[in-house]
């Protein structure tokens, strides 16, 4: 199985499109694939990461996900999630209490551009996705390719050295600070900013990540953390597999 040095957690995007090595770096001795990372540029790091998969590809996941609010609501689903990579594109079928189904395609473009596609359900029937405080970019890690503003000073989370980059919404005013993996490339954590704001209006962390015998990194935790309710997906089974010559 060809490594991947990636993320695997579950909301379709998470999963994958982001975060890591590409293959060239993957492939390297892991101190050398450090060295890789270490010397490159704000940059040049963020355009590794943001690089696609370079072989096809294809994945499942399947996890829990629980929202609560500040008065104490509760809110629960199961999650199951079909995905295809190609060099140019990802196609994710996301599915919710076995009764509601998205679709997702992200396309890639030169100079690290993607587009992205949503599909709803026709009748989605409650509790929908976004009920869950998920939004659309959350499913595509779609802010990792905002326009880089600055590279700020390292910081550690969950006990690894990572590199902290400020990226600002091409579409808005809002800019995020990701944490990115010093040596391995994969996001960590995201703070959200309103223009003009000090405090972060919402938070993503990911955690328990575990790089298994195949090269593939899975990550066990998705929090979200908003004004007085917070979103929490624990992933129970992720699994990436190479597409051969035969389709297979």
């Not at 995905?83 to 100079?111: C, R, W």
């Not at 890690?141 to 400020?166: G, H, N, T």
């Not at 703070?191 to 593939?216: F, Q, T, V």
Request: hydrophobic share 40%.
């Amino acid at each position: 199985m060809t490594r991947f040095y990636r993320i695997a957690s579950a909301l379709a995007v998470i999963l994958l499109a982001t975060g890591g090595q590409n293959v060239t770096l993957a492939d390297q001795p892991a101190t050398d694939q450090q060295q890789s990372m270490e010397s490159l540029s704000a940059e040049e790091f963020l355009r590794e990461v943001r690089r696609p998969l370079r072989t096809d590809a294809w994945g499942e996941i399947t996890g829990s996900i629980t929202h609560k609010t500040g008065d104490s609501t509760s809110v629960k689903g199961i999650i199951r999630v079909r995905i295809t990579f190609t060099p140019e594109s990802m196609h994710a079928q996301v599915v919710l209490n076995d009764v509601n189904v998205y679709g997702f395609e992200q396309k890639h473009g030169q100079d690290d551009k993607t587009s992205t596609m949503l599909d709803l359900p026709k009748e989605e029937q409650a509790p929908g996705l976004f009920s869950f405080g998920v939004v659309p970019a959350d499913l595509t890690f779609a802010f990792i390719y905002w326009d880089f503003v600055a590279e700020l000073p390292r910081q550690s989370s969950r006990l690894r050295e990572c590199r902290v980059m400020k990226l600002a919404d091409p579409k808005s005013t809002d800019t995020v600070q990701v944490w990115f993996s010093a040596q391995h490339g994969f996001p960590m954590e995201a703070w959200w900013y309103h223009h003009g704001e000090d405090n972060p209006w919402r938070k993503l962390e990911l955690k328990g990540a575990k790089k298994h015998a195949n090269g593939l990194w899975f990550v066990k935790e998705m929090r979200l953390d908003g004004h007085e309710w917070k979103t929490l997906v624990r992933f129970d089974h992720a699994e990436i597999n190479p597409i051969g010559p035969d389709g297979k």
